[in-house]
């Protein structure tokens, strides 16, 4: 597999994510059955979706919030927009879901973006990045996957890793139920998420700072491609099934 870093230069305003690509200084092209890994901040810019705080009005449960977990007011405000729900909080941070990832804050960020200004998630991230593989399709010839990562924090672990807030072009998620392991021993439960490990890779690659390479391209990967439309079901579970989720809420009486 190779790995191919993009460097691009920053924005701050609407563009074409396709242009910006085709077009990069690096002169690199795209190949067939090549794996784009592209930061969801850029592409959220790409999109506009960049907000000014003072221009967003908070209102009274945002006020209210914002005092109790010590948030600006205005960026309370937008959590609470783009969340799909918000589980809990502590000072500075609100635990929430965000097209089905659990992200802190509503995955806003304040990051490489103007002083007073934040980026927010795309509205649709999978819709975005199909369109972006159709573009590659129709306009070069190319059959390519995608995928669209932001960096996480795990639960008790230092440091982020890459998490694939969508992806599009090939199957995400390898069902490894009824195959066996070293010991003969079959597996009942385990998948493998492709598109979150390879989100990683991208995230190591992009860095965290001013590394600039905002898209990678891995090349040369055994991965089953599709055409298929891939949906947020194919990657996300609801909250009420998830392990930690549901681990966390459930009060243990016991002494020990």
Not at 194 to 214: F, H, R, W, Y
Request: charged share 25%; aromatic share 6%.
């Amino acid at each position: 597999m190779e790995i191919i870093p993009i460097h691009l230069e920053k924005e701050s305003s609407r563009f074409d994510m396709y242009e910006k690509i085709t077009k990069n200084k690096g002169d690199i092209t795209i190949e067939d059955y090549d794996i784009l890994i592209i930061s969801s901040k850029y592409l959220s810019i790409s999109e506009g979706r960049i907000r000014k705080l003072d221009d967003v009005t908070p209102s009274q449960n945002a006020i209210h919030l914002s005092k109790k977990f010590h948030i600006n007011p205005h960026m309370m405000e937008l959590i609470i927009r783009e969340s799909d729900e918000i589980f809990g909080g502590l000072h500075g941070f609100v635990l929430t879901s965000v097209h089905k990832i659990l992200a802190p804050n509503a995955g806003i960020d304040k990051s490489n973006v103007p002083k007073g200004h934040v980026v927010l998630y795309p509205k649709h991230p999978y819709e975005s990045i199909e369109n972006l593989r159709n573009k590659f399709l129709i306009n070069s010839g190319k059959k390519i996957g995608v995928v669209l990562s932001d960096s996480r924090i795990l639960p008790m672990r230092k440091g982020t890793v890459g998490v694939a807030l969508a992806c599009s072009g090939f199957e995400p998620v390898i069902d490894l139920k009824g195959t066996k392991d070293l010991f003969g021993n079959v597996l009942k439960y385990t998948s493998q998420n492709i598109a979150d490990c390879l989100a990683s890779i991208g995230t190591m690659v992009m860095g965290e700072s001013d590394a600039s390479t905002p898209v990678i391209i891995l090349r040369g990967l055994k991965i089953k491609f599709t055409n298929r439309p891939i949906s947020i079901g194919s990657l996300s579970i609801e909250s009420k099934f998830d392990i930690y989720i549901r681990g966390l809420s459930q009060k243990i009486t016991d002494t020990f």
